[in-house]
């Protein structure tokens, strides 16, 4: 049984930091990318950032410089580091475990989701 199970959502004034965390279990978890995507109200998910196998890494252009993806294979874990938060960060925050297929990455499995919301 395949489970991604994200932590350290919650509220955060303008200008602050959270660290999400996602652990996974039932997985060969080196061997995947990982990602965490994000949800606002009333708009479509997107991609916020991605970890490679290798360590090889992407980002959403609206958090470049201020959010950190990174991955820890013996603990199983990946992390997103967001700093100088803004209200435009309010979503809630999804991990995914990612194969290559078809020359481009997909999503073979999904956490529940954690919420940050961003406000003074």
């Known amino acids: 049984q395949v489970q991604l199970v994200e932590s350290g959502g919650g509220l955060v004034q303008p200008g602050g930091s959270l660290r999400l965390s996602c652990t996974a279990s039932?997985?060969?978890?080196?061997?995947?990318?990982m990602g965490w995507y994000r949800q606002a109200p009333g708009k479509e998910r997107e991609l916020v950032a991605r970890?490679?196998?290798?360590?090889?890494?992407n980002y959403l252009d609206s958090v470049k410089g201020r959010f950190t993806i990174s991955r820890d294979n013996a603990k199983n874990t990946v992390y997103l580091q967001m700093n100088s938060l803004i209200p435009e960060d309010t979503a809630v925050y999804y991990c995914?475990?990612?194969?290559?297929?078809?020359?481009?990455?997909?999503?073979?499995?999904w956490g529940q989701g954690t919420q940050v919301a961003v406000s003074s």
């Open positions: 995914t475990a990612l194969k290559y297929s078809g020359y481009k990455y997909q999503s073979a499995y």
């Open positions: 039932g997985i060969i978890f080196g061997i995947y990318a």
């Open positions: 970890i490679t196998a290798g360590g090889r890494t």
